[in-house]
């Protein structure tokens, strides 16, 4: 019992010194302790990172707009015939360095190509931009253009309403200095660990790389892109589906997020997601 208590301790430790260094409202949902040969603590931890957890940080979003999603026509109708909306992989978007540009600046090289493809197979996304004036945003051909069907698509308006979400929504950032607080949790994790002979074995998965999802390169400024992600882990493949996009030759995997039935009576167009309880 006693050794458990010191485990635990240790642990707490980490989590105080280090990642509340960082994150000050963040905490654990759960929380596995083993040891090694050499009696070297290992842990293996679950995150919170919903919105409430991130408090004080660039990443802590709260709704107070309406968003705008952009999606093709037969995107629409499926939209609308099933209630539901996708996320897709990020493996399954268009651009090809999500999760590997910012994970590489952050990283370096302590990532294998791998393991970054299997997170990349993890975490699913639902773009979306702010509305500030819908008929200002429904006018924005550029971004029409670039992801609805070239200017031939729909721009569909979602409500979401609360913000008990067991996602992770926030905006997306764009400039290689916006990654420095992930660069001092790094860090701070790495002198930590070696000094105090602990092991958080699952620290890039759980924690880095569902941050660094919300980073991209800056050439993708334009989109001034929100973000509704949700980490799938290991289930990913038990809740996924997977459809071929023929005009790109590649396979695209996604899962469906549930919509109301209803429409809004102000708002024909309008759609609302509610946060799951």
């Not at 989590?15 to 040891?35: I, R």
């Not at 008990?164 to 701070?188: A, G, R």
């Not at 038990?238 to 790109?248: F, G, P, V």
Request: hydrophobic share 35%; glycine share 4%.
């Amino acid at each position: 019992m006693e050794e458990r208590i010191q485990r635990l301790n240790l642990f707490r430790k980490y989590f105080g010194e280090v990642v509340q260094q960082v994150f000050p409202h963040m905490g654990w949902s759960y929380l596995n302790l083993t040891s090694d040969e050499e009696n070297k603590l290992i842990a293996k931890a679950g995150f919170k990172l919903r919105s409430e957890f991130l408090k004080g940080t660039k990443y802590h979003y709260t709704i107070t707009k309406n968003f705008i999603h952009y999606t093709s026509v037969s995107g629409l109708l499926s939209i609308l015939r099933e209630g539901k909306i996708r996320l897709y992989e990020l493996h399954s978007l268009d651009d090809p360095q999500e999760l590997s540009y910012s994970t590489k600046r952050v990283l370096a090289e302590t990532i294998d190509q791998t393991q970054l493809d299997k997170l990349k197979r993890a975490i699913f996304s639902l773009s979306m931009c702010e509305v500030e004036e819908e008929k200002e945003n429904l006018k924005d051909f550029n971004t029409w253009r670039l992801y609805g069907s070239d200017g031939y698509g729909a721009g569909l308006v979602l409500a979401m309403e609360g913000d008990n979400y067991i996602e992770q929504i926030s905006k997306v950032f764009y400039y290689e200095h916006e990654l420095d607080d992930i660069k001092k949790l790094v860090n701070l994790s790495d002198e930590f660990m070696i000094n105090e002979s602990l092991i958080v074995e699952n620290l890039y998965e759980s924690l880095f790389a569902r941050l660094l999802a919300f980073h991209k390169v800056g050439i993708y400024e334009l989109e001034n892109e929100v973000r509704l992600t949700q980490y799938m882990g290991n289930e990913n493949y038990y809740y996924q589906t997977i459809q071929y996009d023929l005009k790109n030759n590649k396979e695209r995997r996604f899962i469906n997020k549930n919509l109301l039935s209803d429409f809004s009576e102000r708002d024909p167009y309008e759609l609302t997601i509610k946060p799951k309880k």
